[in-house]
């Protein structure tokens, strides 16, 4: 069943054709992702599917009746809105009578009161007359990831990373049938994306997503869609699987193009040779001689070579830090921590947004001072920081203007040099972006400009922040390249893992209250690692509890215990059957109507509570008979 075709779309923009005569589609259930370097027109496309924006050739079409969802990178919102009443903008009864009820429950927490009381049973009543438990749920759920519990206050109070969090639950929370995704996972942290990867794995809908982490593009999607010199290609299969075969395409479309050349050549000759023919022949043989000439004017990308810039001297003293502290607001964010860097290692930094990691950094590059301990860098140490505001001012500047206040020419770690225009085009800016003011730079260009006057500085401590935010996949392959050959310290924030597990040699893991773990693996293993003492610890606590039974005649089960235990065993078997049934009506809900798949999903919630109490009392009474 297809939900989405898009067909023969062109745009440009003055003399920049985006993309030109595109078609692909979306059938019920399939998960894509939309993969190309920025500025190509990604989000430019998702805008014209979505209706934000105008094609100057083809169609986008809908299936009737499909429910579709759109998170923008930048989404628009209402400043004095609360982030509730932002959420439930839509006039779905279901919805606003969850978003009531919620309401009610949070102002409870703060405030009891007969008033309140009352308002909870009008709000229930609500909640059961329009079957709106389903969204209360996911609300609940929603909410919580993404930690958004403050919810009578102002959308224009939010940081900007809150702000798209808000915008990315609004789309959650309501069930649709298509969700249309651009870069989801800025802003969040590695559990927030960890557990957004789980939720869209789960839920029976269809996908269009656009995301720089390769990590989640292949946990979630099945497929990719390239964008690529304005036309569609399409790869099923993995990341790793795309860029091989893209690799192939590349070498085969080089191929072509020289053996075009080669006939141009000969061709070009003749041209000159004849340029009066005028028979049939002579004429067809012209027109196809500018057929060639258009083809071979082509630019194939050519393989980028390594890129290694010459860092300044590290002296044997780097940076040395003594029981730093650090607490803001009573809450302890630092606590005692103590690391003596060493010259050339590659540190990852990982934990929840708001647990102070950046204010780590900060401490470390003497922008905030601690509360206690001291920080001591060494003499030769020049610090590079990329912060997550990125560059501000400059709107009135071209690009290679912005570049070369910081050096006219960049030295190579093998003696040589390359001018900044090089270096731009090194990380994907062509002639035309250089001479384009930074005002109409889109967001990944921007950043990527600011990471390139990080980066070119020469610098022998490097601290990045989040760089991977608003960079193309292929962008952030290049700058995986350039650390991979970077000589000095290297120190980065990010909830890209892709991104993380191919540079880090350790990991800084804030595990909160202050408590920063320096774990030698990869945050893979970590969570491996974690899972298995995860495990470990149940059952040290089941046997815990079986040693502690004391065997007498008084903790023998008693016939009652011992017919209850029977029931529940031939109760839970019951439940597991209904649930199956469940499932497999809620799998086509095609066939079904609002009403009945409303009412399914309160039945299988219903299962799953009294399965879940069933089994845990079940557990219990296998404990006593000594099963």
Sequence with gaps: MNYLSVENLSKSYGDKMLFSNVSFGIEKGQKKALIARNGTGKSTLLNIINGNDLAEEGKVIFRKGIKVAYLPQNPPFDPEQSIMDFLFEAENESLLAARDYEMVLWKLEKEDSPELRKKLEEATFNMDRTAAWDYEGRLKEVLFRLQLLEVDKKMGLLSGGQQKKAALAKVLIEAVDLLILDEPTNHLDLVMTEWLEDFLSRQNLALLLVTHDRAFLDAVCSE???????????????????????????????????????????????????PCARGTKAKARKEAFYDLKDFTSVSVKEEIPELSVQTERLGGKILEVYNLEKSYAGHKLIDDFSYTFKRGEKIGIVGANGIGKSTLLNMLTGKIKPDSGKVVIGQTVKFGYYQQNGLIGGEDRRVIDIIK????????????????????????????????????????????????????????????????????????????????????????????????????????????????????GTYAQYKKALMDMQRIGQKEQRKERSEQRVVSPSNKPTYKQKKE??????????????????????????????????????????????????????????????E
């Design 405 to 520: 206040e910081v050096a006219e020419v960049v030295k190579m770690e093998n003696g040589s040099e390359i001018s900044a225009s090089q270096f731009l085009t090194y990380f994907q800016f062509d002639a035309t972006t250089q001479y384009n003011y930074f005002s109409n730079l889109s967001g990944g260009e921007r950043r990527r400009l600011y990471l390139l006057r990080t980066l070119m500085a020469n610098p022998n401590f490097l601290i990045l922040d989040e760089p991977t935010n608003d960079l193309d996949v292929f962008t952030l392959m290049l700058l995986e390249d350039f650390l991979a050959h970077y000589q000095g310290c290297l120190l980065m924030v990010s909830h890209d893992r892709s991104f993380m597990e191919g540079l880090a040699d350790h990991l800084f893991i804030f595990e909160g209250d202050g408590k920063i773990k320096d774990y030698y």
């Design 224 to 274: 990719i869609i390239e964008l690529d010199k304005g036309q569609i290609y399409t790869y099923k299969g993995s990341y790793n699987y795309f860029l091989e075969k893209k690799a192939e395409r590349e070498s085969i479309e080089r191929a072509e193009l020289e053996k075009a050349r080669n006939t141009y050549r000969h061709e070009l000759d003749w041209m000159r040779r004849m």
């Design 565 to 626: 235990y029977e029931e529940i065993g031939l109760r839970i078997e019951n439940l597991e059957k209904q649930k199956k049934e469940l499932e497999s009506k809620l799998s086509d809900t095609a066939s079904l109507d609002r009403d009945s798949v409303v009412k399914a999903s309160q039945e299988i919630a219903q299962v799953l509570s009294e399965l879940d109490l069933c089994e845990n009392k079940w557990l219990a009474l296998a404990e006593l008979m000594g």
